[in-house]
């Protein structure tokens, strides 16, 4: 007589890892699109933001042109190396948070420690990637920017990410 396969259900902890990884990583998506990445405040009570998008063409721009973005824009930036890396670690953090998710919701359907090592790891890389991301886009506003609320999303969501994904690694349910 053949085996009867032991039917597997998916835990409750697991569905809640999701769902707390799904919450996260739709938040450092949402920081990616709203139109204040970073902002500024002028002496009149008016403020000026500047979405990621802004960045993503100044980065590119940037590319072009040797002089930089004070050339670009015509006004100095404080720290205007820090441009290309801000881009990339936001565009990193917010693409990890999604791998995450994708590998947390397959490890909820594939029993067996390959997923949760993999979960777990990429939620180290998510976490490093918000942190990174926040730590370079302060770096970057300096005196005359503040960090806008696409910003404190976008790492929030991708550390909130990558805390549950490296959590769901120790976690044996």
């Known amino acids: 007589m053949a085996k009867k396969a032991k039917k597997q259900k998916i835990s409750i902890v697991g569905i809640a ?16 699109c709203i139109d204040e990445w970073t902002t500024t405040e002028s002496l009149a009570g008016l403020k000026g933001n500047t979405s990621f998008s802004d960045y993503i063409e100044l980065a590119e721009k940037e590319r072009d042109v040797q002089g930089g973005i004070s050339d670009i824009i015509g006004s100095k930036v404080e720290n205007d190396s820090l441009l290309q890396p801000m881009v990339a670690f936001g565009l990193i953090a917010v693409v990890a948070a999604g ?29 490093a990637a918000g ?14 920017l503040i960090l806008g609320a696409g910003a404190i999303l976008t790492a929030v969501g991708a550390m909130g990410a990558g805390l549950a994904g490296a959590a769901r690694m120790f976690i044996k349910k």
């Open 17 to 32: 890892i999701v769902a707390v990884i799904a919450v996260c990583a739709i938040l450092a998506i949402v920081g990616v």
């Open 99 to 127: 791998v995450l998710l994708v590998l947390a919701v397959l490890g909820l359907f594939m029993k067996g420690g390959l997923f949760r090592t993999l979960v777990g790891i990429m939620g180290f890389v998510t976490l």
């Open 131 to 144: 942190i990174i991301s926040i730590a370079i886009t302060a770096s970057f506003c300096g005196d005359f």
